[in-house]
């Protein structure tokens, strides 16, 4: 005892002694206060793990001194009783603008684009601003910050919320007692970035999330070679890049998949992102927890739509009611994956929101030590602030909530929330709680009282047998007044008492209509008991499962490799076989292994075919589906921007393209620019993430353009060069020629800045990487084969290529082949001269020639589309048919694995129920590798499933508003259909 009497005062002494301050005082004595404060006889939260009964809070000059059950109180201390009440740490937000002034929306006038920086000094883009601080922009609000608090958080992280790099945060306590030298925890606390460039700046690079991902790509590059002390030029950006790398970065991604994106950026550079979460990671909950990554989840889960109006219904999407049905169940289950996040206030229109938020999320599973994890030590240690704030231990910052009881509890009140110290009343702790069911006698008479809702704003219920009367209830400062209004005449009883704690009677005077005054006598017969809440916990939300994906047409689970025997089929080989009639294919471990009559194999899926026919899946050379961006169009290059980073595999249009037999895809960049992005050569592995449709070592493409799109005839826009298909040209040259020089000096061996955008061009100088080109003009088609023979390379497709058919002697010549529509025409100016003889004409002179679609509802029907091809040239059915299999296949150089049936190949093939040339065939089955990724019978059993989903999810929103939920105007998702033109 005399030691812990002895640390106590040397504790005492070094707080005075260090506590020195250097301000003078000239309005007053200048004096500090010592004295101590405990918090006795309460349940304690030290952690969400660490839980002291009956214990004490001991709090000294805004810190904890110590917490537990035997603790000697200091002499000098304010000593509060805190029987049957609860202490929770105050909770942090690490996602915030608080107090932070955010920047205005720049006016935009006209189409034309500002392309180049508004700075000197700084980063080539606008949109990167590391060199920005929160702090600057600082400057504490009261009001916002009395909604935080009574939402019970003590700390905020507020930053910048503006750009694709935006600087440094700034952590402040909400104390609205002291100046910002207190308050202000950190003033660079960490570092933020995104995907969205800043709404202040007009620099049109980067248009889309893929030139946000070059972009950011490109300055880590620029830091490294920065750092390396061998730029010539000062750059403050990068500078403050460099100087911000210690801190914690985190990074906005809103999205499942913008997280992984993101978390893909950082590991290529060594960085671990914490990330802002859009509330459907569960959707993909194993590569999020792959990604190691730390998440900051947002809780504003959407409302119930209004589907009352059954015509209004069919707008929602079974993947919104899914979103609203599923999305409160996702911090629980990245709680059971150990993913390790916080959660937010962000985009919740006021913090009073944030419980209801927090309590459906419990309800939904979240467990109450993972919610006050999420809300304290988590955020405390994604900061890396644990050892000052997100608990109680010894040291840490006296910010914390006094409770009536558990602090998740709809019916608890939170009556404080101190911070550094410094009390908040949210709620009268003094007060006594008087609701439940009394008797209470008046004037002679007795009737039954209810007293509900909040114990600091209670409601009444008064009736007498039957009767019911309007009661009116005030409650302040312990004092209750009551009145109510009886008979047809109205007459009015008046009631005023002071209630005592812990007391079941209730007394005071009585005022009858007459004027008499007389007392009044309340006793409780019943304890207050919230029968709703009792409803609503007794009974878990219902969920609908995830699908993969999680929208119509997902698979329950995850197909798997099938070993399969067709038999009987008519089998379009697409080699030099041709067509076999009644012949068997065995499909084994994802390749074809035998094609044969009468063959057998144990343990095989039989297929009866007769009367069926069998071919390679279709390839679809040019295509626009499964991407959430098609163009960047804010230079005109941009090479340095990968179609392979915005493959949305969740895109509807990937299942009816399996529908229509598609198999594999080569994804374009659009026309907005001469040098587009980098294609993606996918597999519609439907159900599958973003990476597992990517071809394994996928052979390297880009899309080149020519025409209208690319001078930009048809925008307005004068302030873009190149404006004339002259200009194209010099586009070429002069890329080339710097590419080429860019090369000579990389394979030099000398000292080179890394240019992502030159070592595309290189790759293509090099025969590494392969042209597609947008076309349709002769002349142009002959200015590229001509700019590419000067620099020693050969185009490899023209796509579109709509006059090909006159220049198709000097295509075969310089060696490049041809993806085209089959009937296509006059559709725009330079299309004029277009004819559906096109593809049969080049393909007469020897050219390797397909069709493509350009179009998410032409890829559908590519079979269709190969047919006419009979029609307009007379071309045999096998040759027909190769124009949407085998020569794709050459063409994208990929057919060594896919186009044809071939034993050693991909097993990649399509049982149609016709002639596959045919406007009556049917796929009836598509498969990839092996595995069937749609099934027609299959398809039929799904609509069904659809239509029972939806009536199950339309029945709960009915009843989440019957029950007085707020609900949502039914609203519908359009996906934007993607073409060249695109932005």
Partial sequence: MKMKLLGLCLLWCSTTLFAQDYFPENDGVKATNKNFTAFTNATIYVTPVDVIKNGTLLIQNGK??????????PPNSVVIDLKGKSIYPSFIDVYSKFGVEQPKKNASVGRAAQYGSSREGYYWNDHIMPENNANTKFKYDNKKAKELIHAGFGVVNSHIQDGIVRGTGILVALNNKDEDSERILDHKSAQYLSFTKSIAKKQAYPTSLMGSLALLRQMYSDAKWYSQGKATTKDHSLEALLENKTKVQIFEAKDKDNALRADKIGDANGIQYTILGGGNEYENIAEIKATNAKFILPINFPDAYDVSNPYEAKYVSLQD????????????????NDVLFSLT????????????????AIKHGLSKVDALNALTTAPAKILGKSSSIGSLKIGRQANF?????DIFDSNTTLYENWVQGHKNVINDIAINDIRGTYDLNVGGLTYELKIKGKPNKPS??????????KAKINYTNNWLSLSFAKGKEKKQYRMIGLTKANSNVITGKLVLPNGTENTFKAIQTEAFKDSKKENKNTKSPSLVPITFPNIGYGFNTKPQKENILFKNATVWTGEDTGILENMDVLITDGKITKIGKNLSAKGAKIVDATGKHLTAGIIDEHTHIAAV?????GHNSSAEVKMEDVVDSEDINIYYNLAGGVTSVQLLHGSANPIGGRSAILKLKWGETADKLIYNNSPKFIKFALG??????????FSRFPQTRMGVEQVFMNYFQRGKEYDAIKKSGQPYRYDEEMEVIGEILNGERFISCHSYVQSEINMLMKVAEKFNFTVNTFTHILEGYKV???????????STFSDWWAYKYEVNDAIPYNAAIMQSQGITVAINSDDPEMSRRLNQEAGKTVKYGGMSELEAWKMVTINPAKLLHIDHRVGSIKEGKDADVVLWNNNPLSIYAKAERTIIEGITYFDLETDQQRRKAIQKERSLLIDLMLQEKAGGAKTQGPKQTKKEQHHCDSL
Avoid: Y
């Fill in 64 to 73: 904890v001194v110590k917490s537990g059950i035997s603790i000697t109180i």
């Fill in 321 to 336: 009611m899914r979103n609203w049905n599923q999305a409160p169940s996702n911090p629980k289950i990245l709680a059971e």
């Fill in 345 to 360: 206030t962000h985009t919740l229109k006021s913090p009073s929101l944030f419980k209801k938020k927090l309590e459906k």
């Fill in 401 to 405: 909530l006094i409770t009536s009881g």
């Fill in 460 to 469: 009444a219920e008064l009736k007498q047998d039957t009767t019911k009367f």
């Fill in 629 to 633: 961006a098609i163009n960047e169009a």
């Fill in 708 to 717: 209208e799109n690319v001078k930009q005839s048809n925008w307005q826009s």
């Fill in 808 to 818: 198709a002697d000097k295509m075969k010549k310089h060696g490049v082949g041809a």
